[in-house]
């Protein structure tokens, strides 16, 4: 289930979005995530890059709170993980997953999908009207993503590109203050991917978009507003700034053990990979 809702009422003044300290998991005397330390400012996007095994979906799961770690501390929006309630820090953020994806009705439509942001479940509540301003909401959410054409077709139906449209929609309904993407075009194709990185350029060009923090693998899908990278390897962070300071071809040929070139096209980062032979 994706979580979306309102955030916490409360946020301590010049408080970051997301704050870890000595972030550690340690699971069956294994070591997944080793001393993660890192900020967010509210209202940035950060991007986290790193191999397969890094560690990078264990540390989404902390930070939306479904993994608790071994040592460290957790803050988000200035709430402290552990002093809190966590089911109240949760609404306020949004989840997606699309390898994970919820396990809608396959008769729900695309519209429907959308307006379950409002409750943050997978159902639309039985024998409940939707009131005319969240009628509005959805419809604008609906608009903004593109998704007019298909909005009364079968979720189960589309596209893979559309039902991440479609996903993000459901998110933005619950107003999140803070988003949580891992391989947000996992699964896509060269057009649909592009098509989810105009989406994602789009949301953060918003006046008062949420944090942003999502996981990838490819420079190329990185949204151009991006404003920190933090790179992962074998669970410890092995390099954490702005873009330019990380996305060398250095840095990240050390980080995928290959030789990597990294260049700046249109505003966006992309890598050619060789094994330097």
Same mark, same amino acid.
């Given at each position: 289930?994706?979580?979306?809702?309102?955030?916490?009422?409360?946020?301590?003044?010049?408080?970051?979005?997301?704050?870890?300290?000595?972030?550690?998991?340690?699971?069956?005397?294994?070591?997944?995530?080793?001393?993660?330390?890192?900020?967010?400012?509210?209202?940035?996007?950060?991007?986290?890059?790193?191999?397969?095994?890094?560690?990078?979906?264990?540390?989404?799961?902390? &930070?939306?709170?479904?993994?608790?770690?071994?040592?460290?501390?957790?803050?988000?929006?200035?709430?402290?993980?552990?002093?809190?309630?966590?089911?109240?820090?949760?609404?306020?953020?949004?989840?997606?997953?699309?390898?994970?994806?919820?396990?809608?009705?396959?008769?729900?439509?695309?519209?429907?999908?959308?307006?379950?942001?409002?409750?943050?479940?997978?159902?639309?509540? &039985?024998?409940?009207?939707?009131?005319?301003?969240?009628?509005?909401?959805?419809?604008?959410?609906?608009?903004?993503?593109?998704?007019?054409?298909?909005?009364?077709?079968?979720?189960?139906?589309?596209?893979?590109?559309?039902?991440?449209?479609?996903?993000?929609?459901?998110?933005?309904?619950?107003?999140?203050?803070?988003? &949580?993407?891992?391989?947000?075009?996992?699964?896509?194709?060269?057009?649909?991917?592009?098509?989810?990185?105009?989406?994602?350029?789009? &949301?953060?060009?918003?006046? %008062?978009?949420?944090?942003?923090?999502?996981?990838?693998?490819?420079?190329?899908?990185?949204?151009?507003?991006? %404003?920190?990278?933090?790179?992962?390897?074998?669970?410890?962070?092995?390099?954490?700034?702005?873009?330019?300071?990380?996305l060398t071809s250095a840095k990240l040929?050390?980080?995928? %053990?290959?030789?990597?070139?990294?260049?700046?096209?249109?505003?966006?980062?992309?890598?050619?990979?060789? %094994?330097?032979?």
């Amino acid at each position: 289930m994706i979580p979306c809702g309102w955030f916490f009422l409360a946020v301590p003044l010049n408080a970051h979005a997301v704050n870890l300290e000595n972030v550690s998991v340690v699971r069956q005397g294994h070591s997944i995530l080793a001393g993660v330390s890192f900020r967010v400012a509210p209202g940035s996007c950060c991007a986290i890059l790193g191999p397969n095994g890094s560690g990078k979906s264990t540390l989404l799961a902390v &930070l939306g709170g479904y993994v608790w770690p071994t040592r460290g501390v957790v803050r988000i929006g200035g709430q402290t993980y552990g002093q809190v309630e966590l089911a109240r820090v949760r609404r306020g953020i949004g989840l997606i997953e699309p390898s994970r994806s919820p396990m809608f009705d396959e008769r729900m439509s695309v519209r429907e999908v959308v307006a379950t942001g409002l409750s943050g479940t997978i159902r639309l509540p &039985l024998h409940e009207e939707i009131p005319p301003k969240a009628q509005s909401r959805i419809k604008a959410e609906i608009r903004s993503f593109g998704l007019g054409r298909v909005a009364n077709d079968a979720f189960s139906q589309v596209s893979t590109g559309e039902q991440m449209k479609a996903l993000l929609a459901r998110a933005m309904i619950g107003k999140p203050r803070l988003l &949580l993407l891992d391989e947000p075009t996992a699964g896509l194709d060269m057009g649909a991917r592009a098509v989810c990185m105009g989406v994602l350029d789009r &949301l953060l060009g918003r006046p %008062d978009h949420p944090t942003v923090v999502m996981i990838s693998h490819h420079l190329d899908e990185l949204p151009g507003a991006v %404003d920190q990278v933090v790179l992962l390897k074998q669970g410890r962070i092995v390099g954490a700034g702005p873009p330019a300071a990380v996305l060398t071809s250095a840095k990240l040929s050390r980080l995928l %053990d290959c030789h990597v070139r990294v260049l700046k096209s249109n505003g966006r980062y992309v890598a050619s990979v060789s %094994d330097g032979s």
